[in-house]
């Protein structure tokens, strides 16, 4: 079966983006039920499609084992991520969206656009590598350049760093970093961490904020020198 961007379904080409996601920024590979999880559906919902994608060529996958895209699934995603992430772009460079509002409207859009509309965009856009998110955009021919980062979450105290990206899931999230002043390319430092609770204490150009380990994790800096 040949699953071609726009063309195929809608559903399964969700499961495949998001087992991409997975592992963009960590090796290990996801679960059915972590996917389950990430899905919001029932594990025999997921149970079913993964036999899809497997029977397409798309992942591999071993009874009570993780799912893990093939070179064929991993082409598809990276197709699927440079449509989401350029119409994102495109919503707010040339639409008047925020970036809190783009990454729902995204996912309904990328499965309706033609190829040649997608590169469309592309070019108006200059051709971009990074959405504005700090998430690298794949190019055309499938090539990503892959980022290092740590999370707020994890840098030692006293860590410096530029924001890098800032995971684009949650749009309440989103619109309190921007109120903080905390955007890719912004650089900011770790000042202290709570024991127990996870709160990370940082300063940024604009003074200090403390963050909940959700934000802290959502937070990645360029990793320390």
Same mark, same amino acid.
């Given at each position: 079966?040949?699953?071609? @961007? ?20 960590? #090796?290990? +590979?996801?679960? +059915? ?25 798309? *992942? #591999? ?5 993780? !799912? ?9 995603? &990276? ?12 919503? /707010? ?8 509002? !783009? ?5 309904? &859009? ?17 051709? $971009?590598?990074?959405? +504005?998110?700090?998430? $690298?955009? $794949? ?5 990503? !350049? ?6 707020? &979450?994890?840098?030692? /105290? ?11 899931? #949650? ?6 970093? %921007? ?20 709160? *990370?204490?940082?300063?940024? $150009?604009?003074?200090?904020?403390? &963050?909940?380990? #959700?934000?802290?994790? %959502? *937070?990645?800096?360029? +990793? @320390?020198?």
């Amino acid at each position: 079966m040949e699953w071609i @961007p726009g063309r195929g379904s809608a559903a399964g080409e969700d499961y495949v983006k998001v087992i991409y996601a997975h592992t963009e920024w960590q #090796d290990e +590979p996801i679960t +059915p039920s972590q996917l389950a999880a990430k899905l919001q559906l029932a594990a025999s919902s997921v149970t079913e499609m993964v036999k899809k994608l497997a029977s397409a060529g798309l *992942v #591999d996958h071993k009874p009570y084992g993780a !799912v893990e895209l093939t070179e064929k699934g991993r082409t598809l995603a &990276l197709q699927l991520l440079r449509r989401h992430r350029l119409i994102e772009t495109w919503l /707010v460079v040339q639409q008047g969206f925020q970036w809190d509002e !783009v990454h729902e409207e995204a996912d309904v &859009l990328e499965h309706a656009m033609s190829d040649r509309l997608v590169e469309s965009i592309a070019a108006s856009l200059g051709h $971009p590598t990074r959405d +504005p998110h700090g998430d $690298p955009i $794949p190019t055309a021919d499938g090539v990503i !350049v892959a980022q290092e980062g740590v999370r707020v &979450l994890d840098a030692a /105290v006293g860590t410096t760093g530029t924001v890098t990206r800032i995971s684009d899931s #949650d749009g309440e999230l989103l619109r309190f970093l %921007a109120n903080e002043g905390i955007e890719p390319d912004v650089e900011v430092r770790v000042l202290e961490r709570a024991k127990y609770s996870g709160t *990370v204490r940082i300063g940024t $150009p604009s003074g200090e904020t403390h &963050l909940g380990a #959700d934000a802290a994790a %959502a *937070v990645y800096l360029t +990793p @320390p020198a």
